[in-house]
């Protein structure tokens, strides 16, 4: 296979966050409490059993993560290391086999490597979504863990996940359902925390919202989490501060933004609850941050039937969030040094 080939003829810059077929994808199959040989199909299909527990019971675990082309043509990956981590946390919650790491790279790599002409190029704003994914396949009515899995990783080339966005402002709508119970599954990215979002999000939208925002489902009070996306708040006494709970998914993206504040911005970082009604007048800059939506600077937010302003001034963006997002965005595309050693680069 010539990875060298021509990039797809794709007007890159008009990507939004959507599945484009690209040419290969990489799967393997655990049988028998063995991981078997890997291959790399051009069928975008999976046939899977009518009974397969991924379908019924929601046992699957998913990852999403990016690769970046930067200026020098290299092809970078954002803290991979840590997408195989968290992938096996949800893994070993769900009674699901562990992926082992070298694996789980080479998975990677082999999928970016492959589908070389949809990277897209080097200042066009867009970049290849990655999704690994590991699903309980396999015939199995009665509820228990799964006998056979399948992990599979495609990619798409994506532009911004928020229409509209680069740095692009943001409303988020204060949801009256719930996402997920203090020891549920919500620090877990798995499909079992997301269908019943749908509604969620369907409500925010019909406010004129982006997304649904979700406060603490015990008391209602506490910040969780948008529903794609973690909270991070720059408070007017200068201290970025992110949200603590046990149900909030753990983002590589707020952890690296948090670290960027402290290290590089010389900023007082925080992670403890945040109610939302007593401490909103508290707020300077809101930003809802992951791997998809990089750094939305959140405007306005909608609760107790009214929309509450973050910035006073109008819809603008701040300077934290701005300083935050530049430097992000900087390093992933190798445009600012890697002080922290996070970038993996994908040999082509
Ligand atoms: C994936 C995800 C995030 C962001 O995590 P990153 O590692 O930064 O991409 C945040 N919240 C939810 C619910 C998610 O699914």
Not at 29 to 34: L, Q, R, T, V, Y
Not at 249 to 262: C, D, F, H, K, Y
Not at 293 to 317: F, M
Request: aromatic share 10%; charged share 20%; with cysteine.
């Amino acid at each position: 296979m010539n990875k060298k080939l021509a990039k797809k003829d794709l007007n890159w810059a008009e990507l939004g966050f959507q599945y484009l077929r690209t040419d290969f994808r990489y799967s393997c199959s655990f049988i028998n409490g063995e991981w078997q040989p890997s291959t790399m199909l051009q069928d975008e299909n999976l046939v899977v059993h009518e009974g397969a527990p991924a379908l019924h019971y929601a046992q699957q675990c998913f990852e999403g993560m990016k690769a970046q082309t930067a200026e020098d043509g290299s092809i970078l990956l954002f803290r991979p290391e840590l997408n195989y981590e968290r992938m096996n946390q949800a893994a070993a919650r769900l009674l699901m086999p562990e992926i082992p790491a070298l694996m789980f790279l080479d998975a990677i790599e082999s999928t970016v490597q492959a589908n070389y002409a949809w990277i897209p190029p080097y200042g066009t704003g867009a970049s290849l979504y990655i999704r690994p994914m590991l699903i309980g396949v396999g015939e199995n009515l009665g509820l228990q863990p799964a006998r056979r899995y399948d992990f599979r990783v495609f990619v798409s080339p994506v532009g911004p996940y928020y229409s509209g966005a680069g740095l692009g402002v943001i409303n988020l709508a204060v949801s009256n359902l719930d996402r997920a119970a203090p020891r549920g599954t919500g620090s877990f990215k798995i499909g079992a925390n997301y269908a019943g979002g749908l509604m969620a999000t369907r409500m925010a939208k019909d406010l004129g919202a982006s997304e649904a925002l979700y406060l603490d489902a015990a008391e209602g009070r506490f910040i969780d989490e948008a529903g794609s996306a973690n909270i991070i708040i720059s408070m007017k006494d200068g201290t970025l501060v992110s949200p603590a709970s046990h149900a909030i998914l753990p983002g590589i993206t707020r952890r690296s933004l948090m670290t960027i504040a402290e290290v590089q911005l010389g900023l007082n970082t925080e992670q403890r609850p945040v109610e939302l009604r007593t401490e909103f007048e508290s707020f300077d800059e809101m930003g809802a941050c992951g791997t998809a939506a990089v750094l939305s600077p959140v405007g306005q937010i909608w609760y107790d039937r009214a929309w509450h302003n973050v910035y006073k001034d109008g819809q603008t963006v701040g300077p934290v969030m701005q300083k935050l997002y530049d430097t992000l965005v900087g390093i992933q595309k190798g445009e600012l040094e890697d002080t922290f050693g996070w970038l993996h680069e994908v040999s082509i």
